[in-house]
């Protein structure tokens, strides 16, 4: 989950799902998946991203990307596969497809939200800065 760069058409795609359906919703079963078709990755332009984090708790607490060679999603990143331009979840896995590659006809794959839920989110904190400064952008 890279900074945010024209383009990366966030939000495209998005899916909300309970991973325990008819359970109190909490932070750790409540997920909502955001397709970013357009994101680059490292120098893969138009890769695209899944961001998957909770709808409860502390932003950025549990923000994971879903993105190849991530939890369980097989292959690299390549340029124009934009990944998330079509997700879809179950209580049990997310659904993403990869309509321009890495196969000549796209690719479509299923992700456990076990994978994602146990992943360590990523840090979006600058190295050994804790907080963020009153009046600081965020």
Known sequence: ??????????????SVVSTVPGALATA????????VPGED???AADAGSVNAFSLLGNPGDSDVPVEPGKVGLPGTSGANQRLGTSIFAT??????????????????HTVPWANIVSARPRDRRPAGNDSVSAGAPC
């Open 41 to 43: 990755i490292g120098t």
């Open 1 to 14: 989950m890279g900074a945010p760069e024209e383009a990366d058409h966030f939000g495209q795609q998005v």
């Open 28 to 35: 750790q079963n409540t997920r909502l998946a955001v397709g």
């Open 91 to 108: 209580a049990t896995h997310l659904y993403v497809g990869m309509p321009y590659g890495p196969a000549p006809y796209g690719a479509a």
